[in-house]
């Protein structure tokens, strides 16, 4: 594929939007305070919310039609094989072509895909076209993930990354909270799914509309690399070479991995705090607060000075806050350990972020977001059947503590490994 140039010209007083103040290395910018930021925040935020919502309804239609379980499950699995199977050349590309084209693109294929589950609904159509809708969503969401994150740092100056990607975490929990819930309502009011997969498509519609209106500042791209093979392959080569962000992913990549709580919250609701439908969805609720609440926080609040002992703490005491949940009995107790796991997981989410901005050079920031999105979402995926598959064998409860053990250890193994990363003070230096 061709690089599509980028025909946007900023004129002088967009460039004065954008470019960055004279600022201490210790100061931030408010990303808010740009309105091409705004855009795409307003927009990666619908988006998010109609994913959750399409989310809600797939699952409860499928469920509703077949009762399966291993039907269900593969939704999951039809939307991350593409991710795997796509994230070299959807990296690769992302470096090479209009970010902004990528993403609009993309929001395309999930109109189309929306509409199409919205017929599929209507006419009872069989669960093989369901599939491949799901899995031609998780293919545009394969090359939208890295060009959407890459495409931040092309409307904000640099002093303001570490604002934006908590913006952009607070607008994803939001949406985790809000999408569900929306989707769960608009089910029960109409009698059905097919209206919600209709909005879900106006949200990804609206989000392509806002990204023509972004003026976004030319990429820059590699030379000398050309279309070699090993070109496809340099964002891994990239991690292995920056020990930071290696020590940054390996830590959240194996929090997720062994802290997968969540996917046993319906065995805690029913056979151990005894909390019925009603409390499921609030501990289903309490970690996506937890993250929101430390995402208001974190964008009110100056650069991290100690980033690197910061995240260390932030995993670890994700950890315990998963032995705490899994050792509870009490509901109270077992929904602020939750929180605390969602907040602790957000300053790990804004640390890895930032850190793929700023240190990543302009002309890999697509390859190198294409390999952390893969990490990020297969590990969400296998935490969720390893805590299954070790509650299957051990009890839910010795599944999440032991869960909560092995994210202690592997902060201890990281923070051995990884000297770097103890010794890591402001995230832009």
Known sequence: MEPIADETALSEDQARDISPPVETPNTSTSALQFL??????????????????????????????????????????AQVIPLILLFLPAGYIADRVNRKY?????????????????????????????????????????????????LVSQVIPETAYENAMTW????????????????????GFFQGATPVYLLSSGFFLTF????????????????????????????????GQTKVMLAAITLDLFAVLFGGSVALLPIYATGILHVGPVGLGWLQAADSIGGIAMALFLARRPPFKRAGPVLLLGVAGFGLAT?????????????????????????????????????????????????????????????????????????????VVAGGIGTLLVVLIVAGAFPDIRRLTTLRE
């Not at 895909?113 to 899995?135: M, N, T």
């Not at 806002?210 to 891994?236: C, D, M, N, T, Y």
């Not at 002309?363 to 598959?389: K, P, W």
């Open 208 to 239: 392509a509309i806002l990204l023509i209106f972004i003026h976004v500042q030319p990429q820059k791209k590699a030379l000398g690399e050309g279309r070699k093979l090993s070109s496809l392959v340099s964002g891994v080569r990239f991690l």
């Open 323 to 399: 032995i705490v949940f899994g050792l509870s009995h009490w509901f109270w107790l077992s929904f602020l350990a939750l929180i605390f796991i969602g907040a602790f997981d957000n300053i790990s989410v804004v640390i890895r972020s930032t850190l793929a901005l700023v240190r990543t050079p302009d002309e890999m920031r697509g390859r190198v977001s294409a390999v952390n999105s893969l990490f990020i979402g297969t590990s969400n995926q296998l935490g969720g059947f390893e805590s299954g598959l070790t509650a299957q064998l051990l009890g839910p409860v010795a599944a």
């Open 36 to 77: 091409d930021f705004r855009l795409l925040f307003t927009g990666v935020g619908l988006a998010g919310f109609g994913q959750q919502m399409l989310a809600v309804a797939i699952g409860w239609e499928l469920y509703i039609q077949t009762k399966s379980a291993l039907v269900l499950g593969g939704v999951g699995l």
């Open 102 to 150: 990528i993403v609009l693109v993309a929001q395309l294929v999930n109109v189309l895909a929306a509409l199409s589950l919205a017929l599929l609904s209507y006419l009872h159509g069989p669960l093989v076209l369901i599939y491949c809708c799901l899995a031609a969503i998780g293919g545009a969401q394969s090359f939208s993930q890295p060009a959407n994150s890459a």
């Open 168 to 187: 952009r975490s607070s607008i994803g929990q939001l949406s985790a909270v809000i999408g569900p819930a929306a989707g769960g309502f608009l089910i």
